[in-house]
């Protein structure tokens, strides 16, 4: 356990939280410390926890959700949705970045309240319908397992969910887990549209002897790369993470607070810097699996 640990640091020094030892206590409650709701940009609020997001996405007929978080988050997230004035039932849709249980864990609670169809990549489907346990996972045996969520819908890679208005892409990021999905929409307020892009993890995390470089599994390198590639070129003015720490988004909310302009949290390069520090990561990873056992 100790290896995992100093792997987990290694691959979050840049951004993003470390991941603690089962059964994750401490890191949990940080995570699920409360967070006021805030307007991102147009229609788009966040709704999650202070560690971990969830993005709403409102349009007349109906809400979209993108995470659920922690098990324990739900219902702090059903509570933000309506502190803004909206009604969880009205939820249409709950979309997932990946299947952990600080992500996934969450929605199933959140579907019982909102009747809402669960919407993830293949990989990620099966991981939700099982409870967040996937033999394929970089973390499996490791990341903890959570309620199971019923009936979830497969979207292809590049397919688009529409509601009223609303149009949101799937891109598959495969990496951090094979089902790992990115998501990309439209914002707009005062006759100005951005892009906004649900960037997911793209640290290079895993159990105990997984190796991302296994030459006899060369997937999964290039997969990753290839996520990696797919985030970079993005069309990004706005980058959200699950992990709101992996984007800085406190940091850039505060700066917007102070009023300070143009608006800290468009930024054009935000995805590439991101998609920058996650490859400069993922090499290093690569290099120290293939550096020799001391």
Not at 66 to 74: K, N, Q, T
Not at 207 to 217: I, L, T
Not at 262 to 286: E, G, H, M, Q, V
Request: aromatic fraction near 8%.
């Amino acid at each position: 356990m100790p290896r995992l640990v100093s792997l987990i640091v290694a691959a979050s020094l840049a951004w993003g939280p470390a991941l603690a030892a089962a059964p994750y206590a401490d890191v949990r409650a940080e995570w699920n410390a409360p967070q006021a709701p805030f307007r991102i940009y147009g229609s788009t609020y966040y709704v999650g926890t202070h560690g971990l997001s969830a993005v709403l996405l409102a349009d007349p007929a109906g809400l979209i959700l993108i995470d659920g978080d922690l098990p324990e988050s739900a219902p702090q997230i059903a509570a933000h949705i309506r502190a803004l004035g909206f009604r969880v039932e009205d939820i249409r849709y709950i979309l997932n970045s990946h299947a952990h249980f600080d992500h996934a864990g969450g929605i199933a609670q959140l579907q019982r309240l909102s009747g809402a169809q669960v919407v993830a990549s293949a990989s990620g489907a099966f991981a939700m319908e099982h409870g967040g346990v996937d033999p394929a996972d970089p973390q499996a045996g490791v990341a903890s397992s959570y309620p199971a969520v019923r009936d979830v819908r497969t979207i292809a890679d590049g397919a688009t969910l529409a509601l009223g208005a609303l149009r949101v892409t799937a891109h598959y990021t495969p990496g951090h887990t094979p089902g790992s999905t990115s998501w990309t929409w439209d914002a707009c307020e005062h006759g100005r549209c951005e892009h906004v892009v649900y960037a997911d993890s793209l640290t290079a995390v895993s159990a105990d002897g997984y190796r991302f470089g296994d030459p006899q599994h060369p997937q999964r390198a290039e997969d990753f790369r290839r996520a990696i590639a797919t985030v970079a070129a993005l069309p990004c003015d706005i980058l959200l993470t699950p992990h709101p720490s992996a984007s800085n988004l406190r940091e850039r909310l505060d700066a917007r607070t102070r009023g300070q302009r143009p608006d800290p949290l468009i930024d054009a390069n935000a995805c590439r810097a991101y998609a920058a520090t996650a490859l400069k990561n993922f090499d290093a990873r690569l290099q120290r699996e293939r550096a020799p056992a001391q």
